[in-house]
Nanobody
């Protein structure tokens, strides 16, 4: 059974930075697209970023482009989200997720295309 564990969340002032980590265990990591999603109170879970299984290509939600960077280390079974220039509207619980399809080139923004999820880590940005 695949397990994903996020860490690195916290409270930060607007304009600050955080680096989220997601450690995978219990299954294959390197052959799957990995994604980050977030969910603010009272809102739907939304796509933030995805990276292909090789780590050679990534895809971002428009609101985080130029501020967030997704990366992965297949040797460490980990995926990361570097978040810079944080804004209060970035406040949410952040989740990492593993894509459904082995060695697929797709980096979907559809949460239904991911079948393993972590428990989430809270990010709070104060103004």
């Amino acid at each position: 059974q695949v397990q994903l564990v996020e860490s690195g969340g916290g409270l930060v002032q607007a304009g600050g930075s955080l680096r989220l980590s997601c450690a995978a265990s219990g299954g294959t990591f390197s052959g799957y697209t990995m994604g980050w999603f977030r969910q603010a109170p009272g809102k739907e879970r939304e796509f933030v970023a995805a990276i292909n299984w090789r780590g050679s290509s990534s895809y971002y939600e428009d609101s985080v482009k130029g501020r967030f960077t997704i990366s992965r280390d297949n040797a460490e079974n980990s995926v990361y989200l570097q978040m810079n220039s944080l804004k209060p509207e970035d406040t949410a619980v952040y989740y990492c997720a593993r894509g459904r399809l082995f060695t697929s080139a797709t980096m979907s923004r559809d949460k239904n295309e991911y079948n393993y999820w972590g428990q989430g880590t809270q990010v709070t940005v104060s103004s």
